[in-house]
């Protein structure tokens, strides 16, 4: 992958969300912000499981990323003899990771490599050196896989459009840079995207407290719109395109992704605006037939009914609070990876590049 020597990316890329200490795993605490900007240290296994559960890490590219530095830190608390030992051990820690959030392919995928990675390391060779070696790895080849989506997705937007993004996919979801908000990123830098707007994306507002926060400190202007209003802004003509994240990508080019997501993409094949997934290969899943075979992750009804922790709503209501949906492949324009783009999705274009 080359640099594009066009876009600045330290300008257009100032905020991590994971900083591996050597001791700790020091993650931004994406709860408190934009008001709040402190790390939170995690120090075993558990409480990096604890940490992905309680969104305090977020975005399926950071999550896998997290949990690879979680299986470093199971690590360090074992005594065994050889890799194949340290395997046996640390098979409860990956279990743990795993079971934190079912629905992003990322996290099986990073603990499956860090599984690999160990079983790769010779006899007589470090296997905790090997851990903290393809967790790096994986860190680092995120990163470069973003500025190439980056890039990618950006040839896609004609000069002087409008985006529309939902949820955060940024640096705060990601190694850096972003995936959906990395094709805005590179789209502003390389004068194609002239208007940005942001859901708020209910019910933790990850729109309104991440992504239009992120692109400030960027210095990109961004506008907020309510979830409901989605629909009535496309019809105003002011974006082109959709540009969203996926937290799992089927066979077929079915996305699973933040809840919303379905009807904006309904309502963008509505008003011809043309709809763009951008995730790294890792979020392809090509085992999964279909979106109708994805898990998708319900949490506690108590975030509907609430906010800030006061009760919003009467008592005796009940809430169904599903975390994700499945847009069709037939309502997504393009799907963006660092490993190519496949446009008018279906199961033979997916295959013909994923294999």
């Known amino acids: 992958m080359t640099q594009d020597a066009s876009i600045d990316y330290d300008r257009y890329d100032h905020v991590r969300p994971i900083r591996w200490t050597g001791d700790a795993l020091e993650l931004l605490d994406q709860r408190v912000l934009p008001f709040t900007v402190v790390h939170e240290a995690c120090r075993s296994s558990e409480d990096v499981a604890e940490a992905i559960h309680a969104l305090t890490v977020r ?81 680092a080849e995120d990163l470069a896989a973003n500025r190439a989506m980056g890039r990618a997705g950006a040839a896609l937007i004609a000069p002087g459009s409008g985006v529309l993004t939902h949820c955060n996919t940024g640096s705060l979801a990601t190694a850096g840079f972003g995936t959906a908000l990395g094709v805005i990123r590179a789209g502003v830098a390389d004068g194609r995207v002239e208007r940005v707007f942001a859901t708020e994306t209910r019910p933790w507002n990850q729109g309104a407290r991440l992504t239009v926060w992120e ?89 509907l009914l609430a906010f800030r922790g006061k009760r919003v709503v009467a008592e005796g209501v009940r809430a169904w609070n599903p975390v994700f949906d499945v847009a069709p492949h037939d309502l997504i324009d393009a799907i963006v990876t660092e490993q190519g783009v496949v446009e008018r999705p279906d199961a033979a274009r997916m295959r013909a590049l994923f294999g």
């Open 215 to 303: 692109l400030g400190q960027d210095g990109i202007d961004a506008t907020l719109i309510a979830d409901s209003a989605a629909a009535h802004l496309m019809k105003t003509g002011q974006v082109q395109w959709v540009v969203v994240g996926a937290d799992r990508i089927c066979a077929n080019g079915d996305t699973a992704n933040k809840i919303g997501t379905y009807q904006l993409a309904i309502a963008a094949r509505h008003h011809g605006v043309k709809f763009m997934v951008v995730a790294p290969s890792s979020t392809v899943d090509m085992a999964t037939a279909s979106g109708e075979l994805i898990e998708i992750e319900e949490r506690d009804p108590a975030e």
């Open 59 to 139: 975005g399926a590219p950071a999550i896998g990323i997290a949990a690879a530095w979680g299986v470093v830190l199971a690590g360090r608390s074992l005594e065994a003899g050889d890799a194949a030992d340290a395997a046996r051990q640390l098979e409860p820690a990956l279990q743990q990771l795993n079971a934190a959030r079912p629905t992003a392919v990322n996290l099986a995928w990073a603990l499956a490599r860090m599984r690999r990675a160990l079983a790769a390391v010779a006899p007589g060779q470090d296997w905790r050196e090997a851990l903290e070696r393809e967790s790096r790895a994986i860190e």
